[in-house]
């Protein structure tokens, strides 16, 4: 079978990455003939990284996706003696007239305060829709869809999906909401990703791993997306994170692994990149020696093998925390939306995430420190509920079969 995916990418957000790497892996193994064509907003980074034989990486960037592989889609559809010609000028749109299902894996869509995005998110639908393949919208967050415009949008679209897969109670609600029968939860894709031995030696060698020899390590995962709100509301996200790791540091004695979770090489530009971030960060902490910065972009399993290392991890990225959970390593969560908390519920750990407006310097200290002080307790908590979360994300990959099966059939 022949998968068309689309809102993750290999470069970047690494969460995407986990996401994009996990699908591939579980269909791969399903389904040793598939196929994947990964329209991305990055194609020649993530040309760069694809070492996958069985995947090809086109140009899906936001201009392009908006005004060219849309407006060649709907040509597409209104002129059937031209489908060729379009499809050999504009390759994008023979990848997902060709595909037998695309996979929209997207975390978060189609949500209220997210006006600019949920252009973007339309705009990765109509394609498939105006070429008539059937449209799985992988495990994520949405809604709520209070607002004029992301409610007429979702409106417009969600009910024309062939499956959405939502990601949590919280999301499902939302959905439901508004009338969807097309609509089943399960856990987030990345829960399924498995860390291979190449990733583990890569890791290896581009991190001292004699740093995390006395089993202390805690892990700090900061967010730009986080600094811009705070800066923002005239907070200080840098000041705030380098105050944290000093007292982690300098108070409690544990070492500090300072994780980028979203990288991109070659960049300063901060758009699904914190690596700008992490450098400001690390160069105002007291104590530089007790804190390992890799300042390169790694990749998903990489980072999930070294954040398998820590003993917590405070996390404001979303899948910094997915890797830790689904390592055992118990997460103090800083985060902005409610796609944290539907995950963390899974876990009984709903009580470890802060909104950042009520991350005060005492709360946060107060969670590291229980986090550490019942951390064994923890720990097995997390651990036993992994395993109905894990499976719970794989079943998503069996509805993901059906929909492209049917597919299939329908064209026999």
């Known amino acids: 079978m022949r998968y068309a995916i689309i809102g993750a990418a290999l470069s970047g957000n690494k969460g995407a990455a986990a996401m994009l790497e996990s699908s591939i892996q579980h269909l791969s193994e399903l389904d040793p003939s598939a196929h994947f064509d990964v329209l991305t907003v990055y194609p020649r980074s993530d040309a760069e990284q694809n070492d996958n034989p069985n995947v090809s990486i086109f140009d899906a960037s936001p201009l392009r996706l908006g005004v060219v592989i849309n407006g060649a889609s709907l040509v597409h559809r209104l002129l059937p003696p031209f489908r060729e010609q379009i499809e050999d000028a504009i390759p994008e ?6 595909a037998d299902v695309l996979l929209d894996e997207g975390g978060i869509t189609f949500v209220d305060g997210r006006g600019k995005f949920i252009i973007y ?9 105006f070429l008539r393949v059937p449209i799985v919208k992988a495990a994520q967050a949405m809604g709520p869809f209070e607002e004029l415009v992301n409610r007429t949008a979702a409106q417009a679209l969600l009910p024309r999906m062939s499956h959405i897969v939502a990601r949590g109670a919280k999301t499902f609600e939302y959905l439901r909401g508004l009338g969807l029968s097309n609509v089943s939860r399960g856990a987030d894709m ?30 700090f995962c900061p967010s730009v997306v986080l600094q811009k709100s705070a800066t923002k509301n005239g907070g200080d996200y840098i ?82 925390m997915v890797s830790a959970l689904s390592t055992g390593v118990p997460t103090v969560v800083i985060g902005w939306s409610h796609k944290y908390g539907e995950v963390l519920d899974d876990f009984g750990l709903n009580d470890f995430a802060l909104a950042l407006s009520d991350a005060t310097d005492e709360r946060v200290d107060a969670l590291i420190d229980r986090a550490l002080d019942e951390h064994d307790s923890l720990s097995e908590r997390v651990t036993r509920a992994y395993t109905g979360v894990r499976s719970s994300a794989m079943e998503q990959f069996g509805v993901i079969r059906r929909v492209a099966g049917r597919s299939l059939a329908a064209v026999r």
């Open 93 to 98: 749109v023979g990848a997902i007239a060709e």
């Open 121 to 129: 998110n339309v705009a990765t639908l109509l394609p498939a829709l």
């Open 190 to 219: 990345a829960f399924t990703l498995d860390v291979n031995g190449k990733a583990k030696e890569s890791a290896r060698r581009r991190v001292d791993m004699s740093f995390f020899a006395d089993g202390g390590v805690i892990g």
């Open 239 to 320: 000041g705030d994170s380098i105050r944290t790791i000093n007292h982690i540091t300098d108070d409690l004695g544990h070492p500090v692994l300072l994780i980028a979770h979203s990288a991109r090489t070659g960049t300063e530009k901060t758009h699904n990149n914190d690596l700008p971030l992490c450098r400001e960060i690390y160069a105002g902490v007291s104590t530089p020696d007790k804190v390992l910065f890799v300042d390169q972009e790694l990749g998903p399993q990489e980072l999930r093998y070294l954040i398998s290392k820590c003993r917590v991890l405070v996390a404001a990225r979303f899948h910094a």
